[in-house]
């Protein structure tokens, strides 16, 4: 198995990995419901994506920037975010970690982001990255990507809840 894969297959135990899953896994489920329930009451995608980085921000303490890019044309464009304002506003499709999810259209995890030649830096602190595509269909309409200063900080847990709240963000930036 390559590196490549090793990331997206990394953490399909979920074990050992991260933060404690005092801090991971528990309330999971009511956090999905929580940003369910605030994207539905949001009055517009921008809302939408306000309201979920900031409820996924402060229920998971590993979680140190949360942000969400949106497709412009060929590029991707920072959209609301929670954590440190980054450099990376604009980044083309292929280029960086998030870059790369896009077009391969597919959830990835780097645990040690310092290994990783893709990585565009944003924060010294930033040790792991997990990005996950919001997808309409074959399209890409955009990602959710969380730092962590944690090194291997996401877990199968972390897949999950995000690859839940993707369709759920795709319905909101659908309908903009």
């Known amino acids: 198995m390559n590196a490549r894969e ?55 303490p590993h979680y140190t920037w949360a ?17 440190k304002p980054s450099p990376h506003t604009r980044i083309p499709l292929g ?7 896009a077009t391969e259209k597919s959830t990835i995890i780097v645990d040690d982001v310092s290994a990783d030649p893709r990585y565009l830096a944003c924060s010294i602190e930033t040790k792991s990255e997990i990005v996950v595509p919001i997808m309409n ?18 877990g199968a847990d972390d897949r999950a809840l995000l690859e839940q709240v993707a369709p759920l963000l795709a319905e909101a930036l659908s309908d903009r």
């Not at 404690?20 to 929580?34: F, N, T, V, W």
């Not at 942000?67 to 954590?83: A, S």
């Not at 269909?137 to 996401?154: M, T």
């Open 6 to 60: 090793r990331e997206r297959t990394s953490h399909a135990s979920g074990a050992g990995h991260g933060a404690p899953a005092s801090e991971r896994g528990e309330g999971s489920d009511q956090l999905l419901i929580a940003i369910r329930s605030a994207i539905a009451a949001s009055p517009n995608a921008n809302a939408a994506m306000k309201q979920t980085v900031q409820l996924l921000k402060d229920a998971r």
């Open 95 to 101: 280029r960086g970690i998030c870059g790369a999810a």
């Open 67 to 83: 942000g969400i890019y949106v497709m412009d044309g060929d590029e991707l464009v920072l959209g609301p975010f929670v954590g």
């Open 137 to 154: 269909g074959p399209d890409v309409l955009g990602e959710i990507d969380i730092d962590s200063d944690q090194p291997a900080a996401f």
